[in-house]
């Protein structure tokens, strides 16, 4: 030892500009784990990344909405480098009793719960528990020797099918390539077969569990040959129950147990406790001149009440309620590498993997799309104001986000109104953000 590191030797420069460089790694290393393991406070901070005088035009934005009447309500946050910069509700949660929009409003979020259903998909991938090209019949044995529609009757909703040339896989489904499509917002023919069986739209309460309805949509035949192109469709209420079979547990369990426990999601259910029903905006549509109006119980036979009522059907695809804050820390454990708090939730490779562009042609305009989200693509990129690799997706009551990994920034903006006419709202916001970047 004293031949290497004698006294004169640690006196020297050499030592000390090495030692000041392991410092400085050291340090940059302790920073960026401290940044991983830091908790979303839901107090907003100011942040040196923007300019809040431009960054205010989101305010004036959504209120001009609000006012000309062509949103009820909103909340909006944004999340930059581990840091809530920016969260406030606009409006109101019900415009006849004139009750404001909160901040923590629990929104129903619908399709944006196929995030978390993937990532529990991954989070058994990773386990070694399933393989992402494993048949979906090893699984569920209806899914055995499928069948895509050829000829369809709607006289009575008979069909002719031929043989697939391949099974479905967990793949096909994370990808929405399988050929499954959706009961009511799908295809005319399908959307009848699919009613005619009993398998639901995924959308809603419904009374028989979640094995029973996949079990039927096994025997029905796919739109398309598997891998063939992206339909939209039940394929992450099937991702749901294979996470069911293979966990033993039901979905509403294994999210709280292994996502929403660790994340500290304390606010996002299937179904929301009667304690906190009043947190949850009135849901809005409009009439055929365009015109704001409440949604009814049995419209699109959907009853909006849904999430205050027990149910069995966990519902991968569409069944969650949440609030901005809630989804922003998911969102920032996919930019952080799967960490959070302190915890790995997933592996940094696995999270990598759910964002990185799987589909070797386009599915969502210029966007590409991974296992579970739409990408932001070179082009895209090019075009709009988001990085390439952002990844986002949104909700059937109008919730939308994206996250950025290149700015580390999460964006929400949480509506419940579908349609809307006026729908360019999240495009506007997200100009001004990235308009109100200094840095």
């Known amino acids: 030892m004293k031949k290497y590191f004698s006294s004169k030797y640690l006196r020297s420069k050499n030592f000390t500009h090495m030692t000041k460089k392991l410092l400085l790694v050291a340090t940059t290393i302790i920073v960026a784990l401290n940044s991983f393991s830091q908790v979303l406070s839901y107090q907003t901070v100011k942040s040196t990344s923007f300019d809040y005088s431009k960054l205010a035009l989101i305010d004036a934005e959504v209120n001009k909405y609000v006012s000309n009447h062509w949103l009820i309500g909103s909340t909006v946050i944004i999340v930059k480098d581990n840091k809530v910069v920016y969260h406030k509700g606009f409006g109101y949660a019900n415009e006849a009793s004139k ?19 993937s990532l529990a998909v991954m989070q058994l991938y990773e386990k070694g528990k ?5 048949n979906v019949s090893d699984f569920i044995p209806s899914f055995k020797n499928p069948t895509v529609l050829k000829d369809f009757n709607a006289a009575d909703s008979s069909y002719t099918t031929i043989p697939a040339k391949r099974e479905i896989s967990i793949r096909d489904l994370l990808t929405h390539t399988s050929g499954i499509d959706y009961t009511d917002i799908g295809s005319v023919n399908m959307s009848a077969i699919y009613t005619k069986a009993g398998v639901p739209s995924g959308l809603g309460k419904f009374k028989e569990t979640l094995l029973d309805k996949m079990t039927k949509l096994g025997s029905l035949p796919l739109v398309h040959q598997p891998g063939e192109k992206f339909t939209y469709g039940l394929n992450t209420d099937l991702l749901g129950c294979i996470v069911e079979i293979v966990s033993g547990t039901t979905l509403e369990n294994y999210f709280q147990k292994n996502i929403f426990d660790p994340l500290g999601m304390k606010d996002t259910y299937f179904n929301v406790p009667a304690s906190k029903a009043s947190r949850m905006p009135t849901v809005y549509t409009e009439n ?31 069944g969650l309620s949440s609030t901005a804050y809630d989804y922003a820390i998911f969102l920032q454990m996919i930019l952080n590498g799967g960490k959070y708090n302190g915890k790995q939730i997933i592996a940094p490779r696995t999270a990598a993997i759910m964002v990185s562009p799987q589909l070797d042609y386009k599915t969502n305009g210029n966007d590409d799309f991974s296992l579970g989200f739409s990408v932001t693509s070179e082009k895209s990129a090019r075009l709009n104001s988001r990085n390439k690799g952002s990844f986002s997706w949104g909700g059937y009551y109008g ?11 999460v964006v929400l903006v949480m509506t419940q109104h579908s349609p809307n006419s006026h729908g360019d709202l999240t495009s506007k916001i997200e100009r001004i953000i990235y308009g109100s970047m200094v840095k």
């Open 130 to 134: 399933i393989s992402l090209d494993q």
């Open 288 to 318: 055929e001149a365009n015109q704001i109006i409440e949604w009814g119980p049995s419209f699109r036979n959907l009853n909006p009440n849904y999430p205050l009522d027990a149910k069995t059907y966990f519902s991968g695809g569409a």
């Open 399 to 409: 919730t939308n986000y994206w996250a950025d990994p290149v700015d580390n920034l």
């Open 99 to 117: 009750t404001p929009m909160q901040e923590n409003a629990i929104y129903r979020i619908m399709s944006q719960t196929k995030a978390i259903t």
